[in-house]
């Protein structure tokens, strides 16, 4: 099968050329991000493949159909920046990669509370202009702390299970109580989560139910100078509500892997520009702030999966198989 795979970069080949090996598929690497105007370089490709700052909207959908594109994947558990309606009438299979090293993003995910708790971060930088005083830098222990993790999949429940190591109080919050967690966590009302937690960890996928999950309503329902811990999607927070809770002190700390306005962001070099996005150049400006750049999955255990599930699923396709990563439009009736 021909495939054009958007917003590549040297890790997506080097991990996906060893398993296209057992496939033979003809793979084309695109750096562009997928957009309606770059839809077009997918031409005679009967798949593409993205991820998850790539825009597979209504528009690029219907010139990837026009042009020949029968499948599309995309490398990323989240599926949200896929229109499912929109390829459901152009005739276009979607597939995701549900499974990729949760333990990666779980392992992340307690690092950036651990440099957020420690002032890492400011450490560090201070040792590169060869300044070592502690001034400034006490920290706090973990098992001082409360714990809520909003989301307990995979993910969520690897770094409840992480946590509870520590020492500290755990709270999760899901849409179903999980018992395997009963030893080591509470199950309680986000509300209560809110108001109880010292540090509050989002490992939830984005839907139209947790857009804007932490916004200027939410805030201020916050344990004052409670922590905050995205290792999920950006759109779970309203980086303006999160500018303004970091300047009151309502929140007293974050720490990003994800934006939500990250698309032609992240991933890409802008050491010599200017950037435009004024509220996350502001994000920058604080000393209890830690961004990194949507890598807390980037192991190669989990490039490798995701290369596996992903060529998978192409091959499957085009053998006429049933895709067991396909994404439906609606739940079957």
Do not use: W
């Amino acid at each position: 099968m021909r495939i054009s795979v958007f917003s590549a970069r040297s890790y997506d080949r080097d991990s996906f050329e060893p398993v296209n090996q057992q496939h033979g598929h003809e793979i084309t690497y695109r750096e562009e991000l997928l957009t309606v105007d770059t839809a077009g370089l997918a031409q005679g490709s009967e798949g593409i493949c993205i991820f998850v700052n790539d825009r597979a909207d209504t528009a690029a959908i219907e010139v990837l159909k026009a042009h020949g594109c029968r499948i599309i994947v995309t490398r990323s558990m989240g599926f949200n920046h896929i229109d499912l309606a929109a390829a459901d009438r152009c005739g276009l299979a979607v597939a995701r990669v549900p499974h990729y090293s949760p333990n990666s993003v779980s392992e992340f995910t307690v690092g950036l509370i651990l440099t957020l708790t420690r002032k890492i971060h400011r450490a560090y930088l201070r040792s590169c202009e060869f300044d070592f005083h502690l001034d400034g830098l006490v920290g706090s222990q973990l098992s001082d702390k409360t714990v809520g993790v909003v989301g307990a999949g995979q993910i969520g429940s690897l770094v409840i299970k992480a946590l509870s190591g520590f020492g500290c109080r755990v709270l999760y919050y899901d849409l179903n109580e999980h018992s395997d967690l009963d030893s080591i966590a509470d199950f309680v009302p986000i509300l209560s989560l809110a108001q109880e937690s010292d540090i509050v960890v989002l490992n939830l996928p984005l839907t139209p139910q947790t857009h804007h999950l932490v916004n200027a309503e939410t805030v201020p329902k916050l344990k004052r100078g409670a922590l905050i811990v995205n290792t999920g999607r950006g759109g779970l927070i309203d980086a303006s509500a999160l500018v303004d809770g970091l300047k009151s002190g309502q929140i007293g700390g974050a720490a990003l892997d994800v934006y939500e306005d990250e698309a032609g962001l992240l991933y890409t070099d802008h050491s010599t520009d200017v950037l435009q996005d004024d509220t996350f150049c502001r994000l920058l400006t604080f000393p209890n702030v830690v961004v990194t750049s949507h890598m807390a999955y980037f192991t190669n255990h989990a490039l490798d999966d995701i290369a596996q599930t992903a060529l998978q699923a192409f091959t499957a396709f085009e053998q006429g198989k049933p895709l067991s990563t396909q994404v439906q439009s609606r739940p079957r009736g």
